[in-house]
């Protein structure tokens, strides 16, 4: 649950049911701590949180990944014919590349490690110490791709990349499936319900005087974005977006304007749970409705950045709680050709 806390208060920089906004080492799982009981970790859960208000929201550099290539410098775009984005992740997986193939500022995450910034360390890692990982499926996004993969000892998971106007690596996050007994056996969200619990009830203590410590919480219901009935087009990148931004926050019937999107023989797999894979959509709506009910009003997931594609795209994407910021997560989305989703990949680590 420390662990839980930490993520929540400290929160690194970024679903089940979607949603629009926009690193630390995995320590003891969070699942160990839900094991032994609650109350032997609300002392360290109140530690974590006090140290967190006191800081006032800390800017941990991490947060600021997709910032700095928001605001980079735009260069001139090159004159030379560039592969496309889907032929560069591929050179990405699976053939010898050039450090040149990095841009000279890039930025790559996962839960196990992080590098904001250097061309040599993340080529080197990336080269030496990287898992081999074979692609499954990938997204036809234009200006970025991501892609589902399986490695070599069977852990999945999803990437997700972007390139600069020369065709370079600009970020990378990559998110696999939680190693040995890091998977939850029931819904998500509801176990993390006895940690979440005992967090609000520590914010709550926290916030006894206006002049003390004071921990920001969501002010208003979500509500839709835009307020669209339909997604704009069937294409994957506005079907996404309208799941993420309108269909959840439905104030009367979210879980149905999300499965009005997805397909009779769809497939919804969630990579934190033992069940991974919800079959049909019967069972992708249950699996649907079981998040929404057991997810708290203070929690919510918000979209970062989606690419650009028509049958298939790729989705970077955090949670808040209590207005803080992790864990942050990668979703790969499928459509058919009546522009429904059939297949989904959620890959998130709770420590990240």
Excluded at 62 to 74: E, G, I, W
Excluded at 159 to 168: C, H, I, K, R, W
Excluded at 266 to 286: I, M
């Amino acid at each position: 649950m420390a662990l839980f806390a930490k993520a929540f208060v400290q929160g690194a920089a970024p679903p089940v049911l979607p949603v629009s906004r926009l690193s630390s080492k995995p320590g003891r799982p969070l699942h160990e701590a839900l094991d032994r009981g609650v109350p032997s970790a609300v002392a360290v859960a109140a530690t974590v949180l006090v140290a967190g208000v006191t800081t006032k929201r800390r800017s941990p550099i991490t947060r600021s990944a997709v910032a700095m290539r928001a605001t980079a410098k735009k260069k001139k775009p090159t004159t030379k014919k560039l592969i496309s984005p889907q032929r560069r992740v591929q050179r990405l997986f699976v053939e010898e590349f050039k450090k040149t193939m990095f841009s000279p500022n890039p930025w790559y995450e996962c839960p196990e490690e992080t590098f904001p910034g250097g061309t040599k360390r993340i080529y080197d890692w990336w080269m030496t110490t990287r898992p081999t990982r074979d692609i499954e499926k990938i997204c036809d996004g234009r200006d970025g791709c991501g892609c589902t993969w399986k490695q070599m000892d069977g852990r999945r998971g999803v990437s997700y990349v972007t390139f600069n106007e020369d065709g370079q690596v600009v970020y990378v996050r990559e998110v696999g499936e939680p190693q040995g007994v890091g998977k939850f056996k029931d819904n998500t969200m509801k176990s993390l319900q006895p940690v979440m619990g005992v967090m609000n009830v520590i914010t709550g203590a926290l916030n006894f005087a206006e002049w003390y410590l004071k921990v920001e919480d969501f002010k208003e219901p979500a509500q839709p974005l835009n307020g669209l009935e339909a997604p704009r087009s069937r294409r994957a990148v506005d079907v996404v977006k309208y799941l993420w931004e309108e269909a959840q926050w439905d104030q009367v019937d979210p879980v149905g304007r999300i499965m009005a999107e997805f397909s009779e023989d769809c497939v919804y797999e969630d990579l934190s749970r033992e069940q991974e894979a919800f079959v049909g959509f019967e069972e992708v709506k249950r699996y649907q409705q079981e998040t929404k009910d057991s997810t708290p009003d203070n929690l919510r997931f918000f979209l970062d950045e989606v690419t650009d594609g028509d049958k298939a795209c790729t989705v970077l994407w955090h949670v808040e709680f209590n207005s803080r910021m992790s864990p942050r997560g990668v979703s790969y989305y499928e459509l058919n050709e009546e522009g429904k989703v059939c297949y989904v990949r959620s890959a998130y680590d709770i420590n990240f």
